[in-house]
C-alpha cells in the first residue's frame, strides 16, 4: 500500500496558490502596462494620420 508523504520540500497547497496568485498578478500587472502603452502608440497613430490626412488635402487643393 502506497502511503503519500510530505518531504521537506513538497509545497503546501497554500504555497502552490500563492505561486500560482503572485504570476497571475504578475501577468496582469504586465498586460496592464502592455495596454496602456498600446493605446499611447494608438493615439499618436491616429495624430499622424491626421497631420497626413490634412497634407494630402491641402496638396490636392493647391493642384487644384
Do not use: H
Not at 504570476?23 to 491616429?46: I, W
Amino acid at each position: 500500500m502506497a502511503v503519500a508523504t510530505k518531504g521537506i520540500f513538497s509545497p503546501t497547497s497554500e504555497q502552490v496558490l500563492q505561486k500560482g496568485l503572485s504570476a497571475m498578478t504578475r501577468a496582469c500587472d504586465a498586460l496592464t502596462a502592455r495596454n496602456s502603452e498600446l493605446e499611447e502608440e494608438l493615439e499618436s497613430l491616429s495624430n499622424q494620420l491626421a497631420r497626413s490626412k490634412e497634407k494630402l488635402l491641402v496638396e490636392t487643393s493647391e493642384r487644384e
